[in-house]
């Protein structure tokens, strides 16, 4: 990684409080953590954002915006925490979630999800040929506005935070909880 960060067993104040959240949740700091508790103004206003977006939409559409942003701007670090955090959550099963990170097209997701997934990843690539249409298909499947507006969050903050982690170099980890079949497919989107 390209910056400093404050070390586990050094940390104190602030810091420690967010290492601590990762190591009471799960047993370990994340390297993201460890970035971005650089800036703890910053990435208490991405918690925040993500806290304000997920209620409307629920886990599981906010965890499909996730994933297809995630992929679209290969994001190995969002890719499996948010994999692993899908599952946790139970937003998936992992015959499920291995199916819709291989090709969420050939998952057998309702169209609502589907909906979802689409608009995250054209977002992720094409934001500025996005029109009416693109947020109309959301409509399309039961969204309303406010979920519509939170589903744009979900994948945009998505690209900001993937982005950052990419720019700044940070390590990914290894997911302990996820199998090597399932990390293998969270990862396939890095060879298309």
């Known amino acids: 990684m390209i910056i400093s960060t404050p070390e586990p067993a050094t940390a104190g104040g602030y810091v420690a409080e ?9 047993g370990f700091v994340f390297t993201h953590t460890r970035a971005m508790v650089v800036n ?11 806290g304000a977006v997920i209620p409307s939409i629920g886990v599981r559409t906010y965890e499909l915006a996730t994933l297809a942003a995630a992929a ?4 190995p670090h969002c890719l499996m925490a948010h994999g692993r955090k899908a599952l ?34 054209r977002l992720s690539t094409d934001a500025d040929a996005m029109t009416d249409r693109d947020s109309q298909s959301l409509r399309d499947v039961g969204f309303t506005d406010r979920q519509i507006v ?9 690209n900001y935070f993937s982005r950052a982690l990419q720019a700044l170099a940070v390590p990914v980890e290894e997911m302990a ?6 990390t293998d497919a969270l990862l396939s989107p890095l060879s298309r």
């Open 18 to 26: 967010k290492y601590r959240e990762d190591l009471d949740d799960d």
């Open 40 to 50: 703890p103004e910053a990435l208490d206003a991405f918690e925040a954002l993500l």
């Open 72 to 75: 679209a701007v290969k994001s």
């Open 88 to 121: 946790r959550a139970g937003a998936f099963d992992e015959d499920e979630l291995e199916r819709v990170a291989r090709d969420f097209e050939q998952a057998e997701l309702s169209e609502a999800d589907l909906a979802v997934m689409r608009y995250a990843t």
């Open 150 to 158: 939170d589903i744009t969050l979900a994948a945009a903050a998505r």
């Open 177 to 182: 909880g996820l199998s090597p079949r399932l």
